[in-house]
Structures are given as structure tokens and as C-alpha cells.
């Protein structure tokens, strides 16, 4: 089983996006990696960019 990650510690650097909510760049989910996991609930999502430069979250 993998480490735990810790969250980002780091604010969001595009500033507040609609109504205020927090608002992150692809690019700093991501970094140099073209998949990343998330765990939300106990569950992991995928987030990764496809070949044409959209994102795509699969459970």
C-alpha cells in the first residue's frame, strides 16, 4: 500500500476563481507527470492530461 501524501501546503498561485473558490493550474496539480492520483473519501481518482492537452478524471 502506498504512503499517504500529504496535502499542499502551498497556495493556489492562479489567484480565486469563480465565487471565491481556490483556483490551481493544471500544471501545478500535475507538474511533470501526465497522470497524478487523488484520493478523495478513501477512494483514488486518476487525473491525467491526454495526448491533445485535455484532462480527463477516471475513478
Known sequence: MADPVAPCQRPPTGGPGA????????????????EIEIDHGGEVYRLRRTHSGKLILTK
Open 19 to 34: 465565487q471565491g473558490r481556490p483556483r490551481f493550474r493544471s500544471e501545478e496539480l500535475l507538474g511533470d507527470a501526465s
